[in-house]
Nanobody
Framework: QVQLVESGGGLVQPGGSLTLSCAAS????????MAWYRQVPGKQRELVAI??????NYADSVKARFTISGDNDKNTEYLQMNALKPEDTAVYYC?????????WGQGTQVTVSS
């Protein structure tokens, strides 16, 4: 059974940092393209960051602030978020994709507020 379990969300002040983790099980982690998405109520889910091996790409809104990385030994994907802004408030989802297979985590809430 495939599971993606996110953790690390919470409440942080503007300018602060958080690191999200996505623990994967039931997949050959190194084969997958990993990504982080986020969604706010009433809006479409948007791609934040994506990683395929050493290749990474980011939404313009988070470039130079967020860093995606993965640890194949731990089967875990990370999203380091710095200089957080109120507009980063959202539920963040981990995504794993390989060929026609795609899996989602349950999401973790990130709230940026003073």
């Amino acid at each position: 059974q495939v599971q993606l379990v996110e953790s690390g969300g919470g409440l942080v002040q503007p300018g602060g940092s958080l690191t999200l983790s996505c623990a994967a099980s039931g997949i050959i982690f190194s084969n997958y393209v990993m990504a982080w998405y986020r969604q706010v109520p009433g809006k479409q889910r948007e791609l934040v960051a994506i990683r395929s091996g050493r290749y990474t790409n980011y939404a313009d809104s988070v470039k130079a602030r967020f860093t995606i990385s993965g640890d194949n030994d731990k089967n875990t994907e990370y999203l380091q978020m710095n200089a957080l802004k109120p507009e980063d408030t959202a539920v963040y989802y981990c995504n794993a994709k390989y060929g026609g297979l795609e899996y989602w985590g349950q999401g973790t809430q990130v709230t940026v507020s003073s």
